[in-house]
């Protein structure tokens, strides 16, 4: 694996799920790889699980970790090319790229986007960018398109509870007081079309993500019917893709309850976290036995760490 | 040990003082026994000796630490059970606890008390939640009743410079233009009794500590007449308990000076630092080769190594 | 060597150039010698090459490392003696010093000048103040005065670019909208006379640095003057050293473009970043392939670490 940005930097699936299964077995076994190699953790905006796992999956690997909030502990970065820079933003992020490469074997890199252009944030300025211009390998710890890391994280949980082969898997949309990325959906419905799940996505209409990313998935406006015999239900709250980061509904009649639970087939919760509880979810929800999303988040650094040693193997 | 949250916690004191003395002569002896397993420090508030000495202290037994100011690197926390998460909290502590639960095998918290609720801050909401929901052992790295780790380094000092078995010891309160928690004088009190010494504790009508902490400390609301015989003078503001969070006296004559420490059994000067100057203490006293408080703070290491590692036993 | 503040630390530069050569074909040389040693890193100020250099370099003798941002996950820090704290600060530095020595090894910090008074910029107040009470090594990571892990690294750069014994090396001033410390000419103006250059340094009138760095630097105020048959441009702003702090001139005629380059003698071009583009430099310089600002950049991993290799044989 050379980055890991996208579901098509990965080669196979199989693979790395049997790799994620013989990490969380045996997280040591591959302390050595990573000795006196640098991963540097780049964040351009707030994160707990990515920060602390990804961080854990690289001592794992027995590698040196330095973790940068990149705005605030640095130089604040202009991302746009050809300006004359004479305004707040004091370094470019052609040289902020070159120079962290210098220093890290792998860079990951946390950038949200804006929510205002879509085109621009659709373009992933920032990870495209390092990319281009840090010479070493760049992993996505959640972009404008996509949040791979935990897209991965949430294959393995499911193939960790699943009782069939081929699950049902809903994704649903809840209710948020902020407008948010289209990110994590994105990577869900990649990820669980490549595992091979049954995925259907429901939301209120004007809410459709980019067909790109949900490619073959069912969508169901109707909630309740998206529901029925689900085997997992994954909630998420995003800003409208079509209408280009606005917050076009906020009833609380799409926040998951105990009694849209019960059309299911006794189905796992899952949640990316942070979640606002009784917003996305209620508390009898998330709080009952069948809420899986702590399982979910320690899996996070079994992707992490899957991944690093891929990309570690190649370098 | 399982915690180290309160003095309850710790089992034989005598014990813990002998293993800081080994620890102070070769505090790489334990090197080996935290291989491999990780440290959290989590700040919701400034820190420098406890974030330092701590970091150090993992270190020291070849833990991996992981440190985070956790409301501004990460996601800003809900304490409060079942309320509607739609104002500016993003995430619940009962997840937040969960997930750190995951990916650290002890974590410490830092989380000072509002000073508005009394019974709401004397709860311990965040360590008490982050006890029992994250499913791993729990330090205190200063909380809203007590600050443990402070005090037993506090007592490892003593003990370092005492030339008597039973010193006197005078806790006096002065003044400080901020309203501080009572973490400090709390846990000094209680720590101190449980050392044997004779405890004085002076300040002005209306600053009270609660007695379940002072327990049979002597309160003496002179200070001149504390000060009498002292072997040891602790200088501490705090904020009073019983118009709790108030500040009720900012009269100088409580500062401590040079004339004053002229009437104790020429007493060391402490104090838990940070402290500021000719506020407190004068430039004379805090400068005099009486004064240890450098001292004191380089067992700030000593303590958190002793207790990190009799967790670690347990694990 | 005991501190690392000036170029007068240093007793054998021709000794450091050959240990960074060394450095640089073995990075890991030398990884046993910091082992169970400690470093801080102390940022008053934002850093990005310098925060993750310094820290790579530790890591590569096999310190421990510890970054802090001392007045944010810290206390705000005073400076001045004999005052009473009752205002916003809440720590002094003598005791941030005496403290942060009981847990380091050896100390890094940064502290840019205020650019309001010069004399007591140029004092040096919290480096000073850090190697008079710490007790331990001091490393400055920039202060008002000097930028000497930078200059090291720059001169590393040259010798590893130069084609003959005694370049051409031109500093010359370019505009930029914020007023800027004098650290980096100051350091730059000392180490290349150190390494016997020939050195130019061109400016506005008003933009003369103090003579104590400049020594024997030839002044010359025709920047296209300046530039002919230079072997190396280095750009860099500073504020005015006369009328001290001052932003004199915004002339956009002394950017560093194409056609100043091309009076040179094929000159490399270098600069400590973060540069702004399109008013210190033109985009067409800076990826031009004479452009070696990346490499010096690399290049600060080698300086600290040559400098931190040399502080740890003394302790």
């Given at each position: 694996m050379e980055n890991f940005i996208t579901v098509t930097d990965v080669e196979n699936l199989e693979f790395l799920l049997e790799e994620a299964k013989r990490t969380k077995e045996n997280p040591l076994k591959d302390n050595g790889i990573g000795k006196n190699k640098t991963l540097g953790l780049l964040f351009f905006n707030p994160s707990l699980r990515t920060r602390l796992s990804t961080q854990k999956a690289g001592q794992n690997l027995g590698m040196n970790v330095m973790v940068m909030n990149i705005n605030e502990d640095g130089w604040k970065i202009e991302t746009?090319?050809?300006?004359?820079?004479?305004?707040?933003?004091?370094?470019?992020i052609k040289e902020a790229a070159g120079v962290i490469g210098q220093y890290c074997d792998i860079i990951g890199i946390r950038a949200f986007p804006k929510l205002i252009d879509r085109e621009e944030d659709y373009s992933e300025p920032v990870l495209m960018q390092f990319m281009q211009y840090s010479g070493v390998p760049v992993v996505s710890l959640e972009g404008a398109t996509g949040h791979p890391l935990q897209a991965f994280a949430d294959i393995i949980t499911i193939e960790e509870f699943k009782t069939k082969k081929t699950p049902k898997v809903v994704l649903t949309w809840a209710p948020h007081v902020k407008a948010l990325p289209q990110s994590v959906p994105n990577s869900f419905a990649e990820w669980c079309q490549s595992a091979g799940y049954e995925l259907v996505i429901t939301h209120p209409e004007g809410y459709e993500l980019n067909p790109e990313y949900t490619k073959n998935a069912i969508i169901e406006y109707n909630q309740e019917k998206a529901f029925k015999n689900a085997d997992f239900i994954y909630a998420k709250n995003w800003s409208s893709y079509k209408r280009y980061g606005q917050i076009l509904c906020t009833d609380k009649k799409w926040t998951v309850d105990a009694k849209k639970m019960s059309l299911t087939n006794n189905a796992k919760f899952m949640h990316c976290l942070p979640v606002r509880r009784n917003l996305i979810v209620t508390d009898e929800v998330i709080d009952s036995s069948n809420s899986i999303v702590i399982k979910q988040a320690a899996n996070r650094v079994v992707s992490a760490q899957v991944v690093l040693k891929e990309i570690l193997k190649n370098i």
């Open positions: 746009r090319f050809g300006v004359v820079m004479d305004e707040d933003k004091t370094e470019h």
